[in-house]
């Protein structure tokens, strides 16, 4: 079975502070992939970065930045510097391969509410 | 490029009525669409996998006659809430899978439905 799990249910951090956000998932599959979303208070999901399990190259992305590591099953996310307008609920989510039978389908984690004070 | 429209935003509605939600993939074609549910501090819940030109997938639970999807064109799927009662009162958010290379799902501004 997948599954998706973010540990961290609300974080609370002053501007500037580098935070990270932790993802750990469970799948049998080989090849897979893994996304984090961003939503703000209007309620629209932002995609922020999509990762293949073939592929464990941390990525940076100005403040963001991601680090996959498949031996402890974990895509956590860290935000350096972070600002105001983070503030924001961060999901984490799971697809199986569309060669899998429930392929494509997100599975998501429960979220993690940051709120970034000035 | 992926941008996904939803419409309505809001929609408040009285008990008893049918409400339409339109999802639009603007600049890419997605044969497959997503619907999720999600209640105020909770993740989304996948209600159903709508398929051009096909029949959509619901998940356990979800009543097929309570939520009528139609996903008649490559960038039109639509999601009606047939008979809507207070408890169906939430927030309904699409997405369209990009299949450019990509199999990244793009999400809509989701709608917020009030049924009085």
């Known amino acids: 079975a997948q599954k998706v799990t973010q540990a961290q249910t609300e974080i609370s951090v002053v501007e500037k502070e580098d935070v990270t956000l932790d993802c750990v998932y469970e799948t049998r599959d080989t090849t897979y992939y893994l996304f984090w979303y961003k939503q703000p208070p209007s309620g629209e999901l932002v995609f922020l970065i999509r990762?293949?399990?073939?592929?464990?190259q941390n990525e940076i992305s100005g403040r963001y930045s991601w680090n996959f590591q498949k031996s402890t099953s974990s895509f956590n996310f860290t935000i350096t510097a972070s600002q105001v307008v983070d503030s924001a609920v961060y999901f984490c989510?799971?697809?199986?391969?569309?060669?899998?039978?429930?392929?494509?389908?997100?599975?998501f984690g429960q979220g993690t509410e940051l709120s970034v004070k000035p | 490029g992926a941008v996904v429209s939803q419409h309505p935003s809001w929609v408040i509605c009285k008990s008893g009525t049918s409400v339409k939600i339109e999802c639009r993939s603007l600049d890419f074609q997605a044969t497959t669409m997503f619907w999720y549910r999600q209640f105020p501090k909770q993740s989304l819940m996948l209600m159903a996998t709508s398929n051009e030109g096909s029949k959509a997938t619901y998940e356990q639970g979800v009543e097929k006659d309570k939520f009528l999807i139609n996903h008649a064109s490559l960038t039109l799927s639509t999601l009606t809430v047939t008979s809507a009662h207070p408890e169906d009162s939430s927030f309904y958010i699409c997405s369209a899978r990009d299949e450019r290379g990509q199999e990244t799902q793009y999400f809509g501004p989701g709608t917020r439905l009030l049924v009085l």
């Open positions: 990762r293949n399990s073939f592929d464990e």
């Open positions: 989510a799971l697809s199986r391969s569309l060669f899998y039978n429930q392929g494509g389908k997100l599975i």
